[in-house]
């Protein structure tokens, strides 16, 4: 099945700075990734995604991009700011239709 | 109104005990799946359900099991609760194609 990798497991960054998370994925059938957002004591919420007929996905601040060939994709958050403060998760989805997700990063946003 | 709910918020058991966890959505999805969230693993996938007659087991089914009561409702069992089962759980639901799912609050449960 899918093995999904994800690192950092923590990140600290100044408020401004951008933050990158990287993930790879094992099933070279995935076709779809994405990346999800969860805050304190809430479920995991959608923030962006990526198919495979695409190389980079930008939204504001946040961008995705995904090397088929390496087989990882990675999170960009530029100018960030204390709300972004959440553990984030990255996912791909193959052959199975179903989701696998990574085991997080905790990404701090020092002011 | 939240458009996935999940019903008790937190929850605190006894070793041996029985206990359900429900879900329900007003999102008129057809999928839905329930995780389990420990510290440093991520999110995996206990059962899944792709309509009220389709239920599959996902990563880690061993101890639960689940019912599908109708296309809003998937419960969560836990036949005979151990320690281990101590984690956060997720229900979630998508569309057909399985891809963008909506979470839950979840339900953080304690055995002991």
């Known amino acids: 099945g899918e093995n999904v990798e994800q690192h950092p497991s923590t990140l600290s960054v100044q408020e401004g700075d951008s933050a990158v998370i990287k993930c790879t994925y094992s099933d070279s059938a995935s076709n779809y990734f994405p990346w999800y957002k969860q805050e304190l004591g809430k479920g995991p919420q959608l923030i962006i995604d990526i198919r495979s007929n695409v190389g980079e996905k930008k939204d504001q601040r946040i961008a995705v991009t995904l090397n088929k060939t390496a087989k990882h994709f990675s999170l960009h958050i530029t100018e960030t700011q204390p709300e972004d403060s959440a553990v984030y998760f990255c996912a791909a989805s193959g052959s199975a239709r179903q989701l696998t997700f990574g085991s997080g990063t905790q990404l701090t946003v020092l002011p | 109104d939240a458009d996935v709910t999940q019903t008790p918020r937190n929850r605190i058991t006894k070793t041996g005990k029985r206990i359900m966890l429900e879900c329900s959505q007003t999102?008129?999805?057809?999928?839905m799946y329930w995780y389990r969230q420990d510290p440093g693993l991520g999110l995996r996938l206990i059962y899944y359900?792709?309509?009220?007659?389709?239920?599959n087991k996902g990563e880690i089914s061993d101890g639960y099991s689940v019912s599908r009561q109708a296309q809003a409702k998937f419960s969560l069992s836990l036949e005979s609760a151990i320690p281990n089962q101590t984690a956060l759980y997720f229900c979630a639901t998508s569309d057909s194609l399985g891809r963008w799912q909506y979470f839950g609050p979840g339900t953080r449960l304690t055995v002991t």
């Open positions: 999102k008129g999805h057809d999928r």
């Open positions: 359900s792709f309509d009220v007659k389709d239920i």
